[in-house]
């Protein structure tokens, strides 16, 4: 695994982003480890579920199916 500096990830950043997606890179500030640049297949993005509050929910459930046109007009006014 590859060591960069945080001053040569400023200065290259590009760079190593790419050489990132073949193989990981380690970055240090001062000596110390800070960050492992990684391409996506190490780590997959994880979906979030959304979930629906229960007041939204009610309010959904209260209010009545209309035209969607009138609606948007209502809430344009006069513009």
């Given at each position: 695994m590859k060591r960069?500096?945080?001053r040569e990830l400023h200065d290259r950043?590009?760079?190593?982003?790419?050489?990132?997606?073949k193989s990981p890179i380690q970055v240090?500030?001062?000596?110390k480890l800070v960050a492992v640049l990684t391409g996506p297949a190490?780590?997959?993005a994880k979906r979030r579920k959304r979930t629906l509050l229960p007041?939204?929910?009610?309010?959904?459930?209260?209010?009545?199916?209309?035209?969607v046109l009138a609606d948007l007009a209502a809430v344009r006014g006069g513009r």
């Open positions: 960069i500096t945080i950043t590009g760079l190593h982003v790419r050489r990132a997606g240090t500030d001062r000596g190490v780590a997959p007041e939204y929910a009610a309010l959904l459930e209260a209010s009545p199916r209309g035209d």
